[in-house]
């Protein structure tokens, strides 16, 4: 079986642990950078090449693509699709997934809890956002991110407007968001792999930020995840039409809330501190992917 992991680097973590255990159970793992990828698009014919050569035979494709890279890696992604290689992690799921609001929108749609969130483009309808989320202090998110940047807090209706103004001039949406304050700077990271979730921590912020994001300095704990939570994480994956995903959940009041879905999550910290094999639960996914679909 062979596997085509699309990262752009084979030293990150990830990477370097995806390949590893595919060559443990046995599949040959090809790393390919998508933005190495040269799509041809012929009648009856698509086909991706890299340093000149066709890519053949290829079974299955497990997409590694990071937020910078995101139009030109779902091009090569949906490449794929037209070729018939079975893809973990669809491009319409990763697009469901990459913008923070249509995820919302989904879960939304799904009966599923989120923080109270709006978008504009429009300086002038700022004051009526807030309005909507009723309170101080707001976050502020860009449409796309990781790793906890473009993510910023707002005390004021001055600060807000402020922030919108620069990222509008910069032509960036973002989105206004209920803070949860009882979360108190932690949230959940549930990693749900085919329908089920494998692993999850609770993710703590440092001291004086209040993102918990592992890379902004956050700790990472086990966490045993309730029943409701694990449902609500696997419905969340389920809605966006993800395979494998890292589902990040805020412990309100009224109880869990979506924040945020990641089509291609980290797990190092994960794996460390559950003791969880998770690149192994990814290439097993890749597998059985391959399996019910055709090669090449």
Known sequence: ?????????????????????????GVEALV?????????????????FVNGKRLEGIDVVLPRIGTSITEYGLLVVRHFEA????????????LNSRNKFRALQVCAG???????????????????????IRSFPL??????????????????RSSVESILSTMLSLEKEVILQQFIREAAGCDIRALVINGRAVAAMKRMARGGEFRANIHRGGKGMALRLPKRYEQVAVRAARAVGLDVAGVDILESDSGPKILE????????????????????????????????????
Do not use: W, Y
């Open 1 to 25: 079986m062979r596997l085509v992991i699309l990262s752009r680097s084979r030293v990150l973590h990830s990477t370097r642990r995806l390949a590893e255990e595919a060559r443990l159970l």
């Open 32 to 48: 390919v950078n998508p933005l190495r990828c040269v799509l041809s698009a012929k009648r009856g014919d698509p086909s991706v």
């Open 83 to 94: 070729m018939g290689v079975p893809v973990v992690n669809e491009s319409d799921a990763i």
């Open 110 to 132: 799904e009966g599923l809890d989120i923080p109270d969130s709006v978008l504009t483009r429009s300086l002038s309808d700022v004051p009526f956002g807030i309005r909507i």
């Open 139 to 156: 976050v502020l998110k860009m449409l796309q991110g990781s790793q906890g940047i473009g993510v910023m807090v707002a005390h004021s």
């Open 261 to 296: 879905i990641n089509s291609s999550p980290g797990f190092q910290e994960l794996e460390r501190a559950t003791g969880e094999n998770i690149a192994r639960e990814m290439v097993r996914m890749a597998m059985k992917k391959a399996r019910q679909g055709r090669r090449t």
